[in-house]
C-alpha cells in the first residue's frame, strides 16, 4: 500500500504542530523577540518620529530575519537527536513532500505570527501610513523564503554538535535579498510610487525557492544523516 | 518449508571505511525470504555501519546494495516501503503521547493507524497509550518503536540492538514475531550481543571481525 503524498503530507503537518503546540515556547520566543527587538529601537534612537519612520521598514524586516534565525535549528535538530529524521528518510514518501510539510509547519508555528503582530510593532515605530500594506504584502510573500531558505542552512548543520553560528554564517547572506527588495517596496510605499516590480522579484525568489530549496534540504540531510 | 526462497536484498562488495579505519572489505551475501541474519561482532566492527548501509542511510565506500536487483538508492521509494529500519534512537517524540507515536509511523507506512492502540497492547504498553512518551521510560520508548513491526507488511527489517532495555519476556515474544515474519517470506537482519534463544537452524550469522593491515 503506497501512502498518497497528501496524507503523507497531513500527516507530517499535523505530528509538528501538535509537537508545537504542546511545546509552545517554540512559537512564543521568537515572537517575543521579535516584539523586544523592535521596540528596542524607539528607546534608542529616542522617540524623534521623522526617523523612526525612516529606519521602520529596515528594523521590522531585520528583526524579522533574526526571529526566524532563532527559531531555525527545532526545524530538524530535535528529530535527528531523537531518531526520527531517519525514520522520515527511510519512509516510503518522498524526500521532497517530508521536507516541505516541515517547512510549512515551521512557517505556519514562526512566520504566520510575525505577520500577525508586524502591523502592532509598524504603530510602534511610526510606519508611514500608507506602508502598512505594501510591510503585509512583503512579509507574507518574503517569511517563507526566510524558512525555505533557512531550512537548507539548517539540514547542513544538523549533524554538528555547535552548529549555531555556523548557521547564521550560512543563512543570513542569502537572506539578503529578500532583504533589500522587502524594504525598498515598503520605501516606496511611502513616497505613493508603485511597488509592484519590488514584490514580483520576492514573489520570483519565493517560488524559486518553494520549488528547489526542498531538493537541497533533502540532499543536505542525506548528507548529514550519513 | 514452504516457502520459495528468493532474494529479497543483496549485498555486493561492499567496503566501509570508517575515520580511515577498515571496517570490512569486500563483503558480498545475500538476504533471502525467510532468513533472519544475526550481525555479530566486537564493539566497533562495524555492525551499526553494515546496518545503516543496508538501509540506505550511509553511503558505503564500495560497492552497492541491491534491491530486485536494482540499486537501492535509485529505486528508494520502491524500497522503503519494504523496508523497517530500527536504529540506535526509537525516533518516539517527547511531546506525543504513545498512541500518537505509533499512529503517525502507521500512517508514515500507508498502514491503518486505526489499529494503533490494540498493537500496544501487544508491547505491554496497555493503559499507556495516552501517556506522554517524555513521561515512559527508556524501555517503553522501544517498545513504542518496535510496536510498528506487528502492523508492518514490509519485508526486509533492519534492526540495530532490538532488545537494548527490551525485558526478557518481550526478547522472548519479538523472537517468535522474527520467526513468524520470516516463515511468512520475510526477512530479519539484526544486531545483539545477546544470544538468540531461536533454534540455530533457523537463523545465520555474519561475523565481523577487526580488520588489521
Not at chain 1, 529596515?58 to 527559531?71: D, P
Not at chain 2, 566501509?16 to 566497533?44: H, K, Y
Not at chain 2, 517524555?134 to 540492538?161: P, V
Amino acid at each position: 500500500m503506497q501512502t498518497s503524498y497528501s496524507s503523507a503530507f497531513v500527516n507530517i503537518l499535523k505530528r509538528d504542530l501538535t509537537i508545537a503546540l504542546r511545546h509552545r515556547d517554540d512559537i512564543i520566543n521568537p515572537l517575543l523577540f521579535f516584539i523586544i527587538v523592535v521596540s528596542l529601537f524607539p528607546l534608542g534612537i529616542g522617540p524623534v518620529s521623522n526617523t523612526l519612520m525612516k529606519i521602520a521598514p529596515g528594523v521590522i524586516w531585520v528583526a524579522a530575519l533574526l526571529a526566524t534565525l532563532l527559531s531555525l535549528e527545532r526545524l530538524f535538530k530535535n528529530d535527528h537527536s531523537d531518531g526520527s529524521l531517519e525514520q522520515l528518510l527511510l519512509s516510503p514518501c518522498p524526500t521532497f513532500i517530508l521536507v516541505l510539510a516541515k517547512i510549512f509547519a515551521h512557517w505556519l508555528i514562526t512566520g504566520l505570527p510575525l505577520i500577525i503582530i508586524a502591523p502592532l510593532l509598524g504603530v510602534l515605530l511610526n510606519l508611514h501610513q500608507d506602508s502598512y500594506t505594501a510591510l503585509m504584502l512583503t512579509l507574507l510573500l518574503g517569511t517563507p523564503v526566510l524558512s525555505l531558505l533557512g531550512a537548507i542552512g539548517v539540514a547542513l548543520t544538523v549533524g554538528l554538535k555547535k552548529g549555531g553560528v555556523l548557521l547564521s554564517l550560512l543563512v543570513l547572506p542569502l537572506y539578503i535579498p529578500v532583504l533589500i527588495f522587502a524594504t525598498s517596496a515598503i520605501d516606496a510605499a511611502s513616497m505613493n510610487l508603485p511597488y509592484n516590480g519590488q514584490l514580483a522579484i520576492i514573489a520570483a525568489i519565493f517560488f524559486g525557492s518553494l520549488t528547489l530549496a526542498p531538493f537541497a534540504v533533502g540532499s543536505a540531510l542525506k548528507v548529514s544523516t550519513n | 518449508m514452504a516457502t520459495q526462497h528468493s532474494v529479497l536484498l543483496a549485498a555486493d562488495k561492499l567496503t566501509c571505511i570508517r575515520e580511515d579505519r577498515l571496517l570490512f572489505d569486500q563483503l558480498s551475501f545475500d538476504v533471502n525470504t525467510g532468513d533472519i541474519i544475526q550481525v555479530e561482532g566486537a564493539n566497533g566492527t562495524g555492525k551499526t555501519s553494515l546496518l545503516r548501509i543496508l538501509a540506505g542511510l550511509s553511503q558505503p565506500y564500495d560497492g552497492k546494495v541491491l534491491y530486485k536487483a536494482e540499486n537501492i538508492h535509485h529505486c528508494q521509494e520502491d524500497y522503503n516501503s519494504d523496508l523497517i529500519f530500527l536504529g540506535h534512537l526509537p525516533g518516539v517524540k517527547g511531546e506525543m503521547t504513545s498512541e500518537e507515536n505509533l499512529q503517525f509511523y502507521l500512517k508514515l507506512h500507508g498502514l491503518d493507524h486505526s489499529l494503533a492502540e490494540q498493537t500496544l497492547a501487544e508491547v505491554n504498553l496497555f493503559g499507556f497509550e495516552d501517556a506522554l512518551a517524555s513521561h515512559l521510560s527508556a524501555g517503553q520508548h522501544r517498545r513504542i518503536a518496535l510496536a510498528r513491526l506487528w502492523q508492518s507488511n514490509s519485508k526486509i527489517w533492519i534492526l540495530d540492538e532490538p532488545f537494548t532495555a527490551i525485558d526478557k519476556a518481550g526478547v522472548e515474544k519479538l523472537e517468535q514475531l522474527f520467526l513468524r515474519h520470516a516463515k511468512n517470506g520475510g526477512a530479519v537482519i539484526l544486531t545483539t550481543h545477546q544470544d538468540l534463544s531461536i533454534h540455530s537452524n533457523d537463523f545465520k550469522k555474519i561475523i565481523l571481525e577487526h580488520q588489521f593491515i
